[in-house]
């Protein structure tokens, strides 16, 4: 094919010297071609020599297929460091907008809640960003509250995402409602609660177990 083509050009270009004069654009174009050839892991490989060097125009791109490519695979770490980057490099509102959202998400995973609530914020105050997102973003901002042991202001973040989400997220923070009731020893609230966990939240067993050992 003309990818196979071009990059075998790239290639050759770039062992043509220990420091071709354009080394930073032929290794973009050889990530380019080994993407679309449907080589992910070589292309991810080249674009991080990209993202090595200095920011160019060429680092917005790269960061953007690095970021989502790590972040995949659970790499948290390696996905956290390109999302900085495309933090750093987007000229692209929406791009801005993935780079917050995978900040957010990256550090909520790493259970680094003080780093993952100010991208939380900033998605909130996004216009770009679609409900489902902010959604998360308030569940993100929750967990961190309720880390931080500021249970009253984690509670109307949970109530939000429990009103909001029948997903996980959803059962989730409405397992931490009833768990904050507890642990505030209004045990009432909690049994309440954990009926509607019960009722409502069947489709994610994990979730109502906890709840209900809550009432153990």
Not at 21 to 48: D, F, H, I, W
Not at 163 to 168: P, R
Not at 194 to 203: D, E, H, L, S
Request: charged letters at 25%; proline letters at 2%.
């Amino acid at each position: 094919s003309l990818f196979s083509v071009a990059a075998s050009g790239f290639e050759k270009y770039l062992a043509s010297s220990p420091n071709p004069k354009r080394e930073l654009e032929a290794l973009y174009y050889l990530g380019s071609c080994q993407y679309r050839l449907g080589n992910k892991e070589e292309s991810v490989a080249t674009y991080k020599k990209v993202l090595a060097k200095p920011k160019s125009i060429y680092t917005e791109s790269a960061a953007l297929t690095v970021s989502k490519y790590e972040y995949e695979l659970k790499n948290y770490d390696a996905a956290l460091a390109a999302y900085k980057q495309l933090e750093l490099s987007a000229t692209y509102s929406h791009n801005a907008l993935i780079a917050k959202i995978g900040l957010m998400r990256c550090h909520t995973f790493k259970k680094e809640f003080d780093f993952a609530r100010p991208y939380a914020r900033a998605v909130l105050n996004d216009s770009l960003a679609l409900d489902n997102v902010k959604i998360e973003a308030n569940y993100v901002l929750g967990k961190a509250e309720f880390e931080a042991g500021n249970y009253a202001v984690a509670l109307d973040y949970f109530f939000f995402v429990e009103a909001k989400s029948t997903g996980v997220i959803g059962a989730e923070s409405h397992y931490h409602i009833a768990l904050i009731y507890h642990l505030q020893e209004d045990f009432s609230g909690s049994e309440e609660e954990v009926r509607a966990i019960v009722k409502t939240r069947g489709a994610y067993g994990y979730w109502v177990a906890k709840a209900l050992i809550l009432q153990a």
